[in-house]
């Protein structure tokens, strides 16, 4: 797992978003020091997610979002752009969900 370049911004996920490799990417991301740009979160390789993953996701939002800065998902599966979708209809308004991105 790698984390985003910090002259991009970019990172490209792992094939799984599970409660399993959520303690990972978090370990590795709190260590990461302060965001100083948005992110993309490049998805296309992701083939399974659960609450763990999801949850993982609006955490790092959140930094972003508290410091000034967004999150945007690019290169979204369809499944998982639908269960994303349907999460944002639940998120407040002044705290925009990740943008989702499906051509890059």
Same mark, same amino acid.
Request: glycine residues 6%; hydrophobic residues 45%; negative net charge.
């Given at each position: 797992?790698?984390?985003?370049?910090?002259?991009?911004?970019?990172?490209?996920?792992?094939?799984?978003?599970?409660?399993?490799?959520?303690?990972?990417? !978090?370990?590795?991301?709190?260590?990461?020091?302060?965001?100083?740009?948005?992110?993309?979160?490049?998805?296309?390789?992701?083939?399974?997610?659960?609450?763990?993953?999801?949850?993982?996701?609006?955490?790092?939002?959140?930094?972003?979002?508290?410091?000034?800065?967004?999150?945007?998902?690019?290169?979204?599966?369809?499944?998982?752009?639908?269960?994303?979708?349907?999460?944002?209809?639940?998120?407040?308004?002044?705290?925009?969900?990740? !943008?989702?991105?499906?051509?890059?």
């Amino acid at each position: 797992m790698t984390l985003p370049d910090p002259a991009k911004g970019v990172w490209s996920a792992p094939d799984a978003l599970t409660i399993y490799e959520v303690r990972k990417l !978090e370990a590795s991301f709190s260590g990461s020091g302060v965001p100083s740009r948005d992110w993309l979160f490049d998805l296309s390789n992701v083939n399974e997610i659960d609450s763990a993953g999801l949850q993982w996701l609006l955490a790092v939002r959140n930094r972003l979002f508290t410091d000034g800065y967004r999150l945007v998902f690019v290169n979204v599966p369809g499944a998982i752009a639908g269960i994303i979708k349907l999460i944002s209809l639940e998120i407040c308004q002044c705290e925009p969900f990740p !943008e989702l991105v499906t051509d890059v």
